[in-house]
């Protein structure tokens, strides 16, 4: 069983009350927070308005990782790229003609009506090159209606059509509906396209009230003329994020007051250029989690003593304002007789917590730590509040033990 496949592992495996163990422990605490490192300056009393979840059940659960197990505890933002960008369409430019800013032949492009505007049929499709109409079948190929897109697994509104320019056209091609009416969404993707517009967030979670930091980068050897972010909520709310001088750096200072509606958040790019003569636009979207800290880790560590089973059982310190279920997990590596670490295994915990200075035991059982011994480390260590579905708190070297 791979890492990630593990860490996925439902909690229902093994219920264990918590802190059943002696009074009977060694101070250690936690190691300074690194650079990466989610980690919460603050906590938030968040009001719930439903409780997500109210399960009181105090879980445990541990998954053993064999000693030559390859490990990567790094979180990689995940990397857009994008050849494609999306344009929302008068009736009036479509009736005298919208130009496509294509820069490589056999693009794609979708149209999608309004929801007050009239549905689409491929007879009302034209391809104008140089002001002249062009026989469709000329032009493009591979038409398609909403049904049809609908059966390939595409959620579009009804009356959307697409189709396929054939190659030839990406020097001057325009679009005309003559029967349009109200606004349609037009989608451009361009395959073949050198251009490629890159973004990517900072973190792939950011605390409410944080600043939040996203790379954006064309590809292609052309000049950016000009470039907008925006910052997308849940719940439709949208902040502009600044982009400074050069225009590949976006920022934004995150609201405190988060919308409560569940849900990723997203990173909308757009930007515009030129190659040669040939204008052209490219959009982007990424998804972050923003997360309010509703606890954090107060960093303090103690071994617990279990004299009836042995093992390690390692106490971690949280500070709760807002009560709900917390989960905590993480992933403990021994020395073995070369010197090297290896991984022992995950352990998790979860339990209802009360606003205030709260602990949740991780537990490594006695024949999972026989193998190796001090000093021994705590890998990618992860908070989450359940009750919320968030992580809001990780360390990817969060402790050693040296006894």
Do not use: C
């Not at 919208?98 to 999608?112: E, G, H, I, K």
């Amino acid at each position: 069983m791979t890492y990630n496949k593990m860490i996925k592992a439902t909690l229902l495996g093994a219920a264990v009350v918590l802190g059943a163990f002696p009074a009977m422990a060694a101070a250690q605490g936690l190691l300074p927070a690194q650079p990466g490192d989610l980690v919460a300056e603050r906590t938030i009393s968040a009001e719930r308005s439903v409780v997500a979840n109210d399960e009181r059940q105090p879980l445990t659960w541990f998954q053993p990782v064999a000693a030559d197990e390859p490990l990567s505890f790094a979180v990689q933002p995940h990397q857009a790229e994008s050849r494609e960008y999306w344009q929302r369409v008068d009736a009036a430019q479509l009736q005298a003609g919208y130009a496509l800013a294509l820069t490589s032949p056999s693009a794609v492009v979708m149209v999608s009506p309004g929801v007050r505007s009239r549905a689409l049929d491929v007879g009302q499709v034209q391809i104008l090159r140089n002001g002249q109409a062009l026989a469709f079948e000329q032009a493009a190929d591979t038409l398609v209606d909403a049904a049809t897109l609908r059966q390939a697994g595409m959620e579009v509104a009804a009356g959307s059509i697409g189709f396929r320019l054939r190659p030839g056209l990406e020097g001057d091609a325009m679009l005309r509906i003559e029967r349009a009416s109200g606004d349609y969404l037009v989608h451009v993707l361009e395959p073949e396209s050198r251009h490629v517009l890159g973004l990517r967030a900072g973190t792939d979670t950011v605390h409410a009230g944080a600043s939040l930091q996203a790379a954006l980068q064309l590809t292609g050897g052309t000049r950016l003329d000009a470039a907008t972010a925006l910052l997308v909520a849940p719940d439709g709310r949208s902040w502009n994020m600044d982009l400074g001088r050069n225009g590949s750096q976006a920022r934004l200072q995150l609201p405190t007051d988060v919308p409560a509606q569940p849900g990723l958040w997203q990173i909308h790019a757009s930007t515009a250029a030129i190659d040669g003569q040939l204008a052209f636009q490219r959009d982007a979207r990424t998804a972050i989690a923003v997360v309010v800290p509703t606890a954090r880790l107060d960093g303090s560590l103690q071994r617990q003593a279990n004299r009836r089973e042995g093992g390690l059982v390692l106490g971690i310190g949280i500070e709760v304002a807002t009560a709900g279920r917390y989960e905590l997990r993480g992933v403990l590596l021994g020395t073995d007789a070369d010197g090297a670490e290896v991984p022992v295994g995950v352990a998790h915990a979860a339990n209802w917590l009360e606003p205030g200075s709260r602990t949740l035991n991780l537990s490594f059982p006695a024949d999972a730590v026989a193998a190796v011994s001090a000093p021994w480390h705590l890998r990618d260590l992860r908070l989450s509040d359940q009750s919320a579905v968030a992580v809001i708190e990780r360390r990817d070297r969060a402790a050693i033990i040296n006894d």
